[in-house]
């Protein structure tokens, strides 16, 4: 089913056969088994919404044009065009055709973009590994609720909560999730800032994907996070250098820059992975060069 997804973005856009098909071509069988059961979870969605897999490849390449298009923007002038989370929920999060489409395109992404693969392998990886002392699960910012699913897929016996501000990302989750996920574990879906979450209970893993860029000041948030997971719990954290979009607000500079946030805010780093982005060209020096990175944190003992 991937295969038949890829011939349709390559027959709407040629160019994308340039940089795709040696990244296929170079995967392994896991990643093939892992892509086409998310491919058809997709297409099964998607049916059940009166919507064909046009709709995941139109929504994929819509996004490769408005990053490129914020790239462009971000070379020149070297800030994010988003002005403030505000504006990012107004324009986007709260805009039912944008937010859906962008969030099917990221969704694709996670298996056509190399970063967000090897970051979203990094994770199941890391659910697999932890799964043994796992019993509350909390998840900010699911967006397409691939990661929930994958926490679902490997934590057994757990209360599953995931907050996102959007109710777009909400209804998707609600409608892929039964797609995707191996189980039926119970799930509690709430529309809320995570800025103003309500809730003392320690959480044994807090995955949080992509969100600290969207923020103006993430550090409440991962302090608040920091505090739940508490001695014993972890926290699964993703975000980007010099990576624009629509709805990036908080620009870090380098992995290093990721890394001194996360010791600000009380965590001590147990594994991560930073990775360079394979869109832009490593020589040009005059580049700021976007980074992908993703870390299992603990809370550093006082
Ligand atoms: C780029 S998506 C990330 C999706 C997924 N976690 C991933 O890693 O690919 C960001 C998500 O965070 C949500 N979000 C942004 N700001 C938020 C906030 N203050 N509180 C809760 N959710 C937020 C957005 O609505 C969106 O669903």
Not at 5 to 27: H, S, T, W
Not at 88 to 117: I, K, P
Request: overall charge neutral; charged content about 25%.
């Amino acid at each position: 089913v991937l295969r038949e997804l890829v011939g349709r973005i390559y027959a709407k856009n040629p160019m994308q056969r340039k940089r795709l098909e040696p990244y296929l071509q170079a995967q392994e069988p896991l990643f093939w088994s892992r892509a086409d059961a998310f491919a058809r979870g997709l297409a099964g969605y998607l049916e059940s919404c009166g919507l064909g897999l046009d709709y995941a490849v139109d929504a994929y390449l819509k996004m490769c044009r408005d990053t490129l298009v914020e790239q462009t923007r971000f070379q020149r002038t070297g800030c994010y065009s988003c002005p403030g989370q505000k504006a990012a929920y107004t324009d986007t999060y709260a805009n039912e055709t944008e937010m859906r489409s962008y969030m099917v395109g990221l969704a694709v992404s996670q298996f056509l973009w190399a970063n967000h693969y090897a970051i979203y392998a990094y994770y199941l990886d890391t659910v697999r590994e932890c799964a043994g002392g796992v019993r509350t699960y909390l998840e900010i910012g699911p967006g397409h609720g691939m990661y929930l699913a994958a926490a679902m897929n490997a934590f057994r016996a757990v209360r599953f909560r995931a907050v996102d501000i959007s109710p777009v990302s909400l209804n998707l989750c609600r409608g892929l999730l039964p797609f995707v996920a191996e189980t039926r574990a119970p799930l509690h879906l709430e529309e809320a800032d995570a800025l103003t979450l309500q809730t003392d209970t320690p959480v044994d893993f807090i995955t949080m994907g992509e969100v600290i860029e969207h923020l103006d000041d993430p550090r409440p948030i991962l302090r608040k996070i920091a505090a739940l997971i508490g001695g014993q719990g972890r926290a699964f954290l993703t975000t980007c250098a010099n990576c624009p979009a629509r709805d990036h607000v908080y620009l870090m500079r380098s992995a290093d820059e990721i890394r001194a946030l996360l010791r600000e805010c009380g965590f001590e780093i147990v594994t991560e992975r930073a990775l360079l982005a394979d869109q832009l060209p490593r020589a040009a020096p005059e580049l700021r060069q976007m980074v992908n990175y993703a870390a299992l944190v603990r809370a550093r003992a006082a």
